[in-house]
């Protein structure tokens, strides 16, 4: 079990040692919140069609998910969303569209 591990057994004679905790993060998952937000926003520049890009996005994520190498720099922090995004706001990744091709009916 983990509790133990967490509260220190006092020493006899000693003071009880008090474990102290952040009350607040050091990167807030608001602040990653509003990168993606603006990352999604710049990306919209890029391909206009929301359904598209959400299409486009999701293809990569699933690619890097696998253990496709990003072709932008990447930070620790970045989720596979946000290294899509900034590989379409690059200019690395784009879409080829198929709309005029027949799928053999």
Known sequence: ??????TPFPLAGSAPIILQFPTEASHPVGSLRHMTTQLLQEAAQVIPNTQLLINVVSKRVRQL???H????????RMSL?????KE??????????????????
């Open 1 to 6: 079990m983990l509790a133990p591990q967490l």
């Open 88 to 105: 379409i706001i690059a200019g690395k990744l784009t879409y080829e569209s198929l709309e005029g091709s027949s799928d053999g009916a």
């Open 81 to 85: 969303t946000d290294i899509a995004l």
């Open 65 to 67: 998910g696998l253990g």
């Open 69 to 76: 190498r990003p072709m932008v720099e990447t930070t620790l």
